[in-house]
């Protein structure tokens, strides 16, 4: 449910609303599925929805979506300071629904610390070349 979520977020971010297709298309499932899930997080009171209607998020789904977002956004851009090249996406995808919201925490300061300090990621680097001889 929090990929249904993330994604509504993000689309309701840009135009203030999203509907079933269009959900159903960017997560790559059928629209039965989209709904049955869209229900339930309308059950949670984290979206408004009606049938055939448009999709809103309340204040607490913003709130939560937006966590989402900067979660998958944390763990992208480790990946990325780690390194790792190939697959990106759908490791993000992997790791970022098994981290604790202390995890989350500490990689985005372990990310703003290479961001701060560029010269030792580069080492981090160095020593990742030097560990594979």
Known sequence: ???????I???CKKQGYIRITNLAQQLNVQA??????????????????????I????????????YLLKRHQIV???LKNIGVKDNILRQT???EHHLTVDTVSNIDL??????????????F?????????
């Open 55 to 66: 999709i809103q998020l309340t204040e607490e789904g913003k709130r939560i979506g937006d």
């Open 9 to 11: 977020y993000r689309t």
């Open 1 to 7: 449910m929090e990929d249904y979520l993330e994604m």
């Open 93 to 95: 995808e992997m790791i």
């Open 110 to 123: 372990l990310n703003n610390f290479f961001e701060k300090y560029p010269a030792i990621r580069k080492q």
């Open 32 to 53: 039965s599925s989209a709904t049955k899930t869209v229900q339930k997080l309308t059950e949670m009171g984290l979206l408004v929805y009606e049938k055939y209607g």
């Open 76 to 78: 992208e851009t480790f």
């Open 125 to 133: 680097f160095k020593y990742k070349k030097d560990c594979r001889l």
